[in-house]
């Protein structure tokens, strides 16, 4: 079991460019969770998924953000247009009913 | 509103000094309580989960209490290995799995 597998590790972009977090889930698993994690406001939810099907985006900042599932195992997570302000760790987590994994997280700086 | 708060924000401990984390909850009704351990640069990695007043469960130095309020993490006898940020998240009831976590308590410990 490889664990939950995210990509890029660390992104650094201009501001006003495009910038796309990808998430590999544990095969199995059924619900997939985005989090935003800073200093100031700690680890936030941003979007969940189950069976593949967003639940809930209300924590989803504004639309400059969306996330996608295509399938059982993959989501993306886009910032189009980013901002400095969404400098920030993002976790993926997935959940199955012996409780949640997360993964090592993308550390995104805008510039 | 379902909020979750934990003390301290940081302790400083000497190896073999035992202590106990607090964390706090309000919420509309409790599905479970979640303790994570976060190291620098990865991400939260499970502990424990609680489900009902009055249930403990333990792990090597590490033994997590609940109550209808709050949830301890005690810490028995640390080593520097154990200094990390301690992460609390409840799942509360009426929403599907998403988890609401605490800002976090950042352990050290020197040895």
């Known amino acids: 079991d490889a664990g939950v597998i995210q990509s890029p590790r660390h992104e650094v972009t201009e501001m006003g460019q495009e910038v796309t977090l990808r998430c590999k889930l544990i095969?199995?698993?059924?619900?997939l969770f985005w989090y935003r994690q800073t200093m100031m406001r700690g680890l936030e939810l941003l979007i969940y998924?189950?069976?593949?099907?967003?639940?809930?985006d209300s924590g989803m900042p504004e639309d400059r953000f969306s996330a996608k599932m295509p399938n059982a195992s993959f989501s993306t997570l886009k910032i189009q247009p980013s901002e400095p302000r969404d400098s920030a760790v993002y976790f993926c987590?997935?959940?199955?009913?012996?409780?949640?994994?997360f993964g090592s997280g993308t550390r995104l700086t805008v510039v | 509103e379902d909020q979750v708060t934990q003390s301290p924000e940081a302790l400083r401990l000497q190896e073999g000094e035992s202590s106990s984390l607090n964390c706090s909850y309000t919420?509309?009704?409790?599905?479970?309580l979640f303790w994570y351990r976060q190291d620098p640069g990865k991400g939260p990695e499970f502990l424990f989960t609680?489900?009902?007043a009055g249930e403990e469960k333990e792990k090597e130095r590490l033994k997590a209490t609940l109550t209808k309020k709050e949830s301890f993490l005690h810490i028995t006898a640390p080593k520097p290995e154990d200094s990390a940020t301690y992460l609390c998240?409840?799942?509360?009831?009426?929403?599907?799995?998403?988890?609401?976590f605490g800002q976090g308590t950042t352990l050290q410990v020197k040895p």
């Open positions: 095969s199995g698993h059924n619900s």
């Open positions: 987590a997935s959940k199955n009913s012996e409780g949640y994994t």
């Open positions: 919420v509309s009704g409790l599905r479970g």
């Open positions: 998240a409840v799942r509360c009831s009426g929403n599907t799995g998403k988890l609401i």
């Open positions: 609680l489900y009902s």
């Open positions: 998924f189950n069976n593949n099907v967003p639940i809930d």
